[in-house]
């Protein structure tokens, strides 16, 4: 009970013309309202405390009166300051609802005190003060209160009930304008132009690569082409105007072009398809140009296979249906493109979203495919018929019984098949086997078999296990050998494991040691001529022709390795960024160009947040409070822009927190105060210089359990207890914050106290807006099993405070819920499956639509989709040039996203 409450001793004495007087002990910082009935209608009425004076309340003689003490102490600003007693006295109250000309709402109403209060507001009496309910007893009036009640001794649950259901019906109107409005969104997100900003030579990344058979290496996205030629050892870029697709693959064509396959992003059908020419001149590569789509194929890869006559080029990929991908084929000319689809059966048991995803063609006409679960064999066609026809039909075969080991040791249970090669009529497929032995992986195992088959027959290979690699190891493809009867396998994306023809392990060496290395070597990719291509950090590309290195044919000579997670808007409107290792950087949102400004303070800091101190910002600088981490240890500080940057001294951090707990993120509440969220599920608090921490109440007050904070069990294997690191995020408004993260935790801070919300299902919440602290919408992304019902995939909840009648049934006390937004998973779901609704959501901006009346969000993926949730334009979406990992959204709607390896972009509506 909260210290000083005072009980009420008195009864009823009189009933004068001044109405019903009541003895109530109350004292100096206490108010009382009260609800009677005056002409068999409620009024309500404030009685600030007067020493010496009774208090008068008029009333109907027959009729109960309700009472509650209010008490300065229990109402704070939004900036944490104490609301003193003569503003309690200022109250207006109501029971007929919250007053026309107010906000109409109550911005954080919370469970336990203190109540966070801000201008204009209509709140009710909280439901943690406990009223009370003056009966009429013959010539006086018998007080009985609520349980916990200040007012008198406990009544009975017809009292309380009584009481909680006035409660519900009266307001307490807080004076001045109202202070916090949904602001307009400033601007339509539907057509963002992006334009990367770094890394500052090659900006924009390329995605798919091929080479031609004189060795003029090609490589492609929907922004641009990138020509190198090893004639001259130069690289010609193209930018394209921004393409809405998504560029998978390419292929060279016999007359010098290159075939492009894209997915296209807006579009209203399931993964429609779309397919470029790319002409070459001088070296360079022209406006792509857009061809028929080339049938419904998902193509994720394309195969030139040059003995299929008229028809060499192969689409491989997936047939979408309703509700899943069955993998498939389409057979294409050249000049003119134009594509039939093969005949490519549905395999029994296949699991959803399976794609083909290779294809070869033996010495003898006969045919191989893979997918992810299924090989695909074909009959060789007897001539004059080429080997593949567009005709061709193919069967499926699926290790449904386990294989056996060549050795005779044993048999291994295969789950999914991940690369493929030949060598004459031999086949050689790479899979995933099963662990049989508890606390072990998976692991890779290499399969042979010779494939032959007479004219018109399907092969019946005998598979047998050759090779298996160690647990966990997996096998990402097959690479070009230089010895001949060798197969080469890349294992891990850092070793190559020789094979001989048998399938036999003969050598395993490091990649480096076979084509020499590169910056951030991580895995090469083979190219139809035998070439390799190596990916490097912030956008760079290494090619290795047949020699013992690689040459940087793409990308900036010098990377910076930077991660950008801290990003904000100054008070000339440009972007401040904080990164790590670098200082920090300014990006000038008018021309999307950057320049780095080393700020010696912050070496040694790894930013992770950082959030605008509006109390000591002004016209002309722009103050940041920035969280990470330093030496091992959490880290805050004020960072001050202005023509030059500095930093303040660190704050000191509480005794009771440890130190060695980082920063996550950090939102600001109110002037010169902040909420912080760091690992291990700690709050802290930050008033001007002074960090606290926050207590969070993870109980649900609307069960009989008492929940408390979720606690992994030890890994059965290991022993080891993961922490339970659950925050990702916090937003914050008008003294109020919410933290969320993973296991469902939504928190919401209000008034230095920490609260626990109940989501009706448990993903990991990953972003929120907060406009106000009652329009708030949260995004995350939970598994099947944690969403139960769902498939699994991106979940949008909304605060929804809810309108209770004085007439329902039940009363009980609020409770803390977020309502699931189902609209928006029922949107979702309609769309893409693997572009959209299975990919984790990074951020929330602001938006508006065609409706002025809508209110919309947009959801930024980890896959670089902006998606418009809510709009009008209900599938218009666009897309960054990396992973976003912040973002930030400027007055006038101009975003800027940042992400790893030294890399921003700019969007303009």
């Known amino acids: 009970m909260h210290r000083g409450w005072l009980a009420v001793l008195g009864l009823l004495v009189a009933c004068g013309d001044d109405g019903v007087e009541l003895t109530v002990e109350y004292g100096p910082g206490q108010t009382v309202v009260a609800v009677s009935t005056v002409g068999g209608r409620a009024i309500a009425s404030l009685h600030p405390y007067r020493a010496g004076e009774p208090l008068q309340v008029e009333s109907?003689?027959?009729?109960?009166?309700?009472?509650?003490?209010?008490?300065?102490?229990?109402?704070?600003?939004?900036?944490?300051?104490?609301?003193?007693?003569?503003?309690?006295?200022?109250?207006a109250v109501r029971t007929d609802g919250p007053a026309p000309s107010g906000c109409g709402r109550c911005l954080a109403p919370s469970s336990k005190p203190p109540q966070v209060m801000n201008e204009?507001?209509?709140?009710?009496?909280?439901?943690?003060?406990?009223?009370?309910?003056?009966?009429?007893?013959?010539?006086?009036f018998r007080c009985a209160g609520a349980p916990g009640s200040r007012v008198c001794a406990e009544g009975n649950a017809d009292d309380g009930t009584a009481l909680e259901r006035v409660r519900r019906t009266l307001w307490l109107e807080w004076p001045g304008d109202c202070a916090c409005s949904e602001p307009v969104a400033p601007a339509n997100l539907a057509n963002l132009e992006i334009e990367a900003v770094t890394p500052n030579e090659a900006p924009w990344p390329l995605t798919a690569w091929s080479a031609r058979e004189d060795g003029l290496v090609a490589g492609f996205s929907r922004h641009g082409a990138a020509v190198w030629d090893p004639a001259t050892g130069t690289t010609e870029f193209t930018r394209f105007d921004d393409l809405d697709t998504t560029v998978r693959h390419s292929v060279a064509l016999s007359n010098g072009d290159f075939l492009v396959s894209a997915g296209r992003f807006n579009t209203a059908t399931f993964d429609e398809h779309q397919y470029y020419r790319v002409p070459i001149l001088g070296g360079r590569a022209q406006a792509p140009i857009a061809l028929d789509d080339?049938?419904?194929?998902?193509?994720?890869?394309?195969?030139?296979?040059?003995?299929?006559?008229?028809?060499?080029?192969?689409?491989?990929?997936?047939?979408?249906?309703?509700?899943?991908?069955e993998p498939g084929a389409y057979a294409c000319s050249e000049s003119p493109f134009a594509?039939?689809?093969?005949?490519?059966p549905a395999c029994v048991d296949q699991r959803r979203y399976s794609r083909m995803f290779g294809m070869s063609i033996l010495p003898d006409g006969t045919g191989l495919a893979i997918a992810h679960q299924s090989l695909f064999y074909k009959a060789p066609n007897e001539p004059p018929l080429i080997n593949p026809h567009p005709s061709d039909a193919w069967s499926c075969f699926q290790f449904e019984d386990d294989v056996p080991r060549a050795d005779g040791s044993g048999t291994v249970e295969i789950v999914e098949l991940s690369a493929m090669t030949t060598m004459g009529d031999r086949a050689y497929v790479c899979a995933i086997a099963k662990a049989t032995e508890r606390c072990t992986s998976d692991f890779s195992v290499v399969m042979t078999a010779t494939v032959s088959a007479e004219f018109g027959a399907f092969p019946e290979p005998d598979w047998r296990v050759t090779w298996s690699s160690g647990a966990g190891r997996r096998c990402r493809e097959f690479l070009p050998s230089d010895q001949s009867g060798v197969v080469r396998m890349q294992l891990n994306g850092s070793t190559a494991v020789d094979l001989d023809a048998d399938g036999v392990e003969i050598a395993s060496r490091p990649l480096r040691d076979l084509y020499g290395s590169f910056p951030s070597m991580d895995g090469v990719t083979p190219l139809a001529d035998g070439s390799l291509i190596g990916f490097g950090r912030e956008n760079q590309v290494y090619v290795n022709t047949g020699t013992t290195s690689f040459d940087r044919i793409y990308g900036p000579e010098d990377t910076v390795g930077a991660t950008y997670r801290a990003i904000g808007v100054d008070h000339r409107g440009d972007f401040v960024v904080f990164g790590h290792p670098r200082g920090v950087v300014r990006v000038f949102a008018s021309d999307a160009t950057s320049t780095v400004i080393e700020?010696?303070?912050l070496d040694g800091v790894r930013v992770e947040a950082a959030a605008i101190d509006t109390a000591l910002s002004s016209a002309d600088?722009?103050?940041?409070?920035?969280?990470?981490?330093?030496?091992?240890?959490?880290?805050?500080?004020?960072v001050d822009v202005s023509d030059t940057i500095s930093v303040g001294q660190p704050l000191a951090l509480p005794a009771d927190f440890d130190a060695s707990l980082d920063v996550v993120d950090v939102a600001a509440i109110a002037p010169g105060r902040f909420v912080a969220v760091t690992l291990g599920t700690k709050l802290l608090q930050i008033d001007d210089d002074v960090v606290s921490t926050i207590e969070v109440d993870v109980d649900d007050p609307t069960t009989a359990d008492v929940e408390t904070l979720v606690r992994n069990e030890p890994d059965a294997c290991s022993g080891n207890v993961p922490r339970v690191d659950a925050w990702r995020r916090v937003v914050g408004s008008h003294g109020v914050a919410w933290a969320l993260g993973r296991y469902g935790y939504a928190v919401r801070v209000a008034g230095g106290v920490a609260e626990r919300f109940k989501l009706d299902k448990r993903p990991t919440l990953y972003a929120a807006t907060i406009a106000c602290p009652d329009q708030l919408t949260i995004t995350g992304y939970g598994s099947a099993s944690e969403l139960d019902d769902m498939v699994g995939g991106l979940v949008f909840y909304r605060q929804s405070p809810q309108v209770l009648s004085p007439d329902a049934e039940t009363v009980a006390l609020d409770a803390r819920t977020l309502q699931l937004e189902r609209f928006a998973q029922d949107e979702l779901l309609a769309l893409s499956i693997s572009e959209v609704a299975y990919q984790r959501p990074n951020d929330l901006l602001l938006d508006t639509t065609a409706d002025p009346a809508a209110t919309a969000r947009s959801v930024v993926l980890a896959n670089g989709f902006v998606y418009r949730l809510g709009a009008v334009e209900r599938?218009?979406?666009?897309?960054?040039?990396?992973?976003?990992?912040?973002?930030?959204?400027?007055?006038?709607?101009?975003?800027l996203f940042v992400g790893y390896e030294?890399?921003?972009a700019i969007g303009r509506p």
């Open 621 to 638: 600088r722009t103050v940041f409070l920035v969280g990470g981490a330093k030496d091992g240890d959490a880290f805050f500080a004020r």
């Open 339 to 344: 594509c039939q689809r093969v005949d490519i």
């Open 120 to 140: 204009g507001e209509s709140c009710h009496v909280p439901s943690w003060n406990r009223g009370a309910v003056w009966h009429p007893n013959g010539d006086d």
């Open 60 to 91: 109907d003689p027959d009729r109960p009166i309700y009472t509650w003490i209010l008490q300065a102490g229990d109402y704070v600003r939004a900036n944490g300051a104490e609301v003193p007693a003569v503003e309690l006295d200022a109250l």
């Open 902 to 904: 030294s890399r921003m």
């Open 294 to 325: 080339g049938g419904r194929a998902i193509a994720d890869r394309l195969v030139r296979l040059d003995d299929a006559g008229d028809f060499p080029i192969y689409l491989l990929g997936g047939l979408r249906g309703l509700s899943s991908v």
């Open 599 to 601: 700020v010696p303070d």
């Open 875 to 895: 599938i218009r979406y666009v897309r960054t040039p990396f992973e976003p990992l912040h973002t930030v959204q400027a007055p006038d709607g101009t975003v």
